[in-house]
Structure formats: structure tokens, C-alpha cells
């Protein structure tokens, strides 16, 4: 059960930022989930929902940006979409691929009371 976990890490992100920026109310989360960052949305989202409700007793919506996965070749520097967990370079078949997008939970924006929004995760 990773995702509660994820969700305990996001929401101490959430509140230390809300904290740095003078507090108010959560309105709302947004996350970047990549493809490959094994987490199951549904899941995530459940978690939220039982840990922020003891976080935060005003109503706060996740949203859920679903990122697919994208690799970079170290050979030839082709970018591409990884599908099928195919991790091979589509131009020269054969270099190594370094994972430039879609392994990680990022949060992407919070947003705060009506107007404010703040953006910019510290990871
Ligand atoms: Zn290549």
C-alpha cells in the first residue's frame, strides 16, 4: 500500500507549503502521476481521501494529471513515448535509454482559500 504513504508525503508537502506562504484553506491538489511510478489512481485517490479528510476538514479536491512515460536515448538523444515498457531507442534501436518523464509522483499546485495559487513543488 504505497500510495498512503505517498499521499502522507504529499499532503506534509502540501501543508509545509501552505505553512511557508502564511496558511488558508486547501482547495485543491494537483498531482503529476507518471505511467511508470507504479501508482494505481484509484488507490491514490481512496488514500486521499481517508488521510485528508484528518488533514484538512474542509472539502479539498485532488486532481490527477496522468503523465505518460517518456525516455531519452543516451546514444543518438532521440526523445520518445516509452509504450509496452519498450524501452528501446525507436531511431537507433540500441542505446541506453535514460527515463526523462512518467516515473514519479509529483505535486504539480496547490491551490489555496479562492485565489491564491501556489505553484512549484519543493521536491
Ligand atoms: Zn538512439
Known amino acids: 500500500m504505497h500510495e498512503r504513504s505517498l499521499v502522507q508525503t504529499l499532503l506534509n508537502q502540501v501543508q509545509q507549503i501552505v505553512a511557508?506562504?502564511?496558511?488558508?484553506?486547501?482547495?485543491?491538489?494537483?498531482v503529476q502521476v507518471g505511467d511508470l511510478s507504479g501508482v494505481?489512481?484509484?488507490l491514490f485517490e481512496s488514500a486521499f481521501t481517508e488521510l485528508a479528510r484528518e488533514w484538512f476538514p474542509q472539502e479539498c479536491r485532488l486532481v490527477l494529471d496522468i503523465v505518460p512515460v517518456k525516455a531519452e536515448c543516451r546514444l543518438c538523444g532521440q526523445c520518445f513515448e516509452v509504450q509496452d515498457n519498450e524501452f528501446l531507442c525507436p531511431a537507433c534501436g540500441t542505446g541506453p535509454v535514460e527515463v526523462i518523464q512518467g516515473d514519479q509522483v509529483k505535486l504539480m499546485s496547490i491551490t489555496v482559500d479562492s485565489e491564491?495559487?501556489?505553484s512549484g513543488a519543493k521536491s
Open 20 to 30: 511557508d506562504d502564511g496558511g488558508g484553506v486547501v482547495k485543491e491538489i494537483q
Open 40 to 42: 494505481e489512481p484509484l
Open 116 to 118: 491564491n495559487s501556489v
